[in-house]
């Protein structure tokens, strides 16, 4: 794999200024042209050899172009304000928005790279790890993103010499690292586990260019020109995945309604029944009963939450449902209970314009707690296979792919030790209608109901038909879908706490 | 997960019979527009639940349908042949051509299942069993293959009933199998591990729908209803994608040569060393040591693939490289040394009308030695990345992601304990006219010489590009590239056998 990159490959200092002037000029078109027509973001990873020109290659792109609309990261030990989240939170975090260019140094490949190779992590660990950057680069890539991975390469005596020139080079002997020459020791342990890296993950959306790192001029010219022949190509194909995309969609679309006249729609005909109609919504509660359970579970809580935090176990709650199930009362009964410095409710309407130019679950993952919070979701990312879906705002494509996307999501709060629990709150399509009627003519709850609710409301089926489908691909064992019958509130809400206390009892117990 | 398909879901006779007449109407029209315009298989898979009616399933769908154009394969403990083989190879044997339905029962999904829940293998061992179902049907996907999977679900309690009918029903009594009893006890495991499965296998391009079992009229208007709605929405959004890839690949030739009139092609541009050119064309060996040094190889060879034949070792050899080569005299000093029952080569020209209704992948998981065999390619899977590449058979997307998939495959022949040598034989440009010429003046060497090759010689650069972008993404160390000077074709010959034999020497004695 890498003696393709130890070639000798040179380019004359001359040659290089020629052909640096034309690459410059097309590189700055061509960003220019990124940000106002590409609806993409850039996503260039620069990984390899120590001392192979990672750091001047990035230079050399930051010189290259405009600069503002470059971002570039790099990644060196994980900060206190890292370590407390899921491990995916400072990549994501630096994801750029569309039309931007975002570099990353040792990003993601370097902390599995360096923990295999020092023995801390397990062949299966590391495959693991891998698994989870093809995961997150397929879901940028299936959004669109241009994701380009550079691995610059040095042969073992080049690198020696290197660091020998560097180490009797008083003014820059300081950019030795303490590890340099143990890691050179290492070299060949390097390369093996560097080889399993790109076998694995080179992919025709996420592809690795390996670049002989050995000349100067020859590695600045070839990052930039591979850089440049990559975006181009990506700018030419995405306009036409997007018409594509967009007659797909209103293909889709078409069919779906034309086979829903027929009684033969998507879900529908021989599936009557959705798992919301089991659901008994003559569970209640008395007033009385209530006061005196909502006591318990609220010191109950308030305890588990303590010790929760204590032991830097974070906990995240979901809440959906129908609109005026009853989200933000069962949602104040147990922050009433929490001390406000530990806890953060984020509700989520329709994306801001930033949001809107990400992936879409990089706003919630915006959201991750540090470590020993509560984390109170009132909609969430569900909202792609809920409302987006059926109000279109999501293709066919985008909500079939979600659940997959979801479900590694969800593992990756789940490995890093979080409490997850998800509540579907629901009420009887008659009780909406009493609530709707009660908000109309209460002033003091009015605002609460907007046009919107009554347009959902005739979607109800299709809403149910979404939400059945929903819980049947991301309802599971490690984090389970909890269904609230809340048509009487109060007993709704009594069953929401206690089974955020059973949770939380049994995660700090563990 | 599950619990979504344990809501009583029924169906009556009547309505059954009365909605079975439409749907096995529309479903014998669609399968005939699959068969005539359809350019893409189909791939059924049944899994879950014993007694939730996947054998009924299927039976229907044969029922509704021509059943000359569905085949079906049920799985059960692989064969001697199968086990001697890699895992998939009995399912890449069994995918359909274009045009025809394929559906497996039991099939990939069931071995894993049942050794991780029988604690055979690890958590780990089992997420990379997924991992490469995952990558099996993407690479199907990807190809425009429909893939549906239908999971049969019963609850435990239903499952109990069904176990007791049929164990008191002295006509069906022996369909009991000696673990079903076993399994129900373990009801609650098995679901464990099934949810983790559809988890990590549900995704937009291959998902998986889960069906209610308990009632026959139901389950049976649902599998069918579900199969049409997905084979429609699949011919449809076919049809789209066909001509946006056609359009896309016109577009990237456009592009990529107007890019190359300016010097800024792929890959050229600064890239003007090949690693064919580190190679040393003055290597060579006169005729007399070749002839001692072949008889001393070859009965060495013979020697060790007596040994790796008894280990049940099988050898993969792979050979590549520009016209007249060598391959061919390189194989045959190998060949002469073994035994005619343990081995077999197989030259690879372009494919036929068969090979073409298929992945390209599949003609060469059909040619998989047993246990013990020699299996020689002339020309191979790689030339995915050369000829198809390079004569734009393959389009840029389709050669840019065949490098994950070559490696893919690869992987599975190594861990299957395959020894996998790959030789990449090279002359100069020089050197392939004079063997031309020869070819050209040598009456029993004429028909070697096609046009073809001429043509292919204009393209020499091209090639040889190709070739360094395919060494350096799929040579790695459990399966590295030989590159083989063999403009002197006797100290050519010789580096092949002598690599030969050294793998195997290392193969025997671990």
Not at 41 to 60: C, E, H, Q, W, Y
Not at 98 to 124: A, C, N, T, W
Not at 179 to 187: A, P, V
Not at 344 to 362: G, I, R
Request: charged share 30%; with cysteine.
């Amino acid at each position: 794999m890498f003696q393709t990159a130890e070639l000798g490959q040179k380019v004359a200092k001359s040659e290089f200024k020629q052909r640096e002037l034309v690459l410059r000029e097309n590189l700055l078109a061509l960003q220019q042209r990124l940000r106002l027509e590409g609806d993409f973001p850039v996503m260039l990873d620069f990984a390899g050899v120590r001392g192979a020109g990672k750091g001047t290659s990035i230079n050399m792109l930051n010189k290259w172009m405009d600069a503002r609309w470059i971002v570039t990261h790099a990644y060196t030990e994980p900060s206190d304000e890292e370590r407390e989240r899921p491990l995916f939170w400072r990549i994501w975090r630096h994801v750029p928005p569309k039309g931007q260019i975002g570099i990353h140094l040792s990003g993601r490949y370097s902390r599995p790279l360096l923990d295999f190779v020092y023995g801390k992590i397990s062949q299966e660990e590391f495959n693991h790890h891998l698994d989870r950057i093809n995961n997150f680069e397929k879901a940028l890539a299936d959004d669109g993103a241009m994701v380009l991975k550079f691995w610059m390469h040095i042969s073992r005596d080049v690198q020696k010499k290197r660091l020998e020139t560097l180490e009797n080079d008083p003014l820059r002997s300081w950019r030795m690292a303490a590890d340099d020459w143990k890691h050179w020791e290492m070299y060949d342990r390097f390369i093996e586990a560097e080889e399993m890296i790109i076998s694995a993950t080179n992919t025709g959306h996420a592809p690795w260019e390996i670049i002989e790192g050995e000349d100067f001029y020859y590695r600045s010219l070839r990052v930039g020109e591979v850089f440049l022949q990559t975006l181009e190509r990506h700018m030419m194909k995405e306009q036409i995945r997007q018409k594509y995309l967009s007659e797909m969609r209103k293909e889709v679309h078409q069919h779906t309604s034309q086979a829903e006249a027929t009684g033969n729609g998507n879900g529908k005909g021989s599936q009557t029944i959705t798992i919301m109609d089991a659901l008994d919504h003559s569970l209640s509660m008395s007033k009385k009963a209530y006061r005196q359970e909502l006591a318990v579970c609220q010191a109950r809580l308030a305890g588990l939450h303590q010790k929760a935090a204590q032991k830097k176990i974070s906990t995240i709650l979901v809440f959906e449902g129908p609109d005026a199930s009853g989200k933000g009362g069962a949602i104040r009964q147990i922050t009433e209970a929490l001390d406000a410095r530990y806890y953060k409710v984020y509700p989520f309407a329709a994306p801001t314009d930033m949001e809107n130019a990400h992936h879409y679950l990089w706003r919630f993952w915006n959201c991750m707690p540090r470590a020993g919070r509560m984390t109170i979701f009132d909609r969430s990312w569900y909202g792609r296979v809920l409302v987006e879906r059926i109000e279109q705002f999501a293709g066919d494509d985008e909500w079939r792919r979600a659940f997959a996307e979801i479900n590694d999501f969800e593992d990756q709060l789940i490995e890093d030790g979080v409490v997850l629990l998800k509540f579907w709150l629901h009420i009887s399509k008659d009780e909406q209608l009493k609530r709707f009627k009660d908000r109309e003519e209460t002033p003091y709850k009015r605002w609460k109901l907007v046009d919107e609710d009554w347009r959902n409301r005739e979607k109800w089926d299709d809403y149910a038909l979404a939400a059945h489908e929903m819980i049947q691909q991301t309802s599971v064992k490690k984090s389970p879908w909890i269904l609230v019958e809340n048509e009487n509130k109060a007993y709704g809400r009594i069953k929401v706490l206690n089974s955020v206390c059973d949770a939380l009892e049994k995660a700090v117990a563990d």
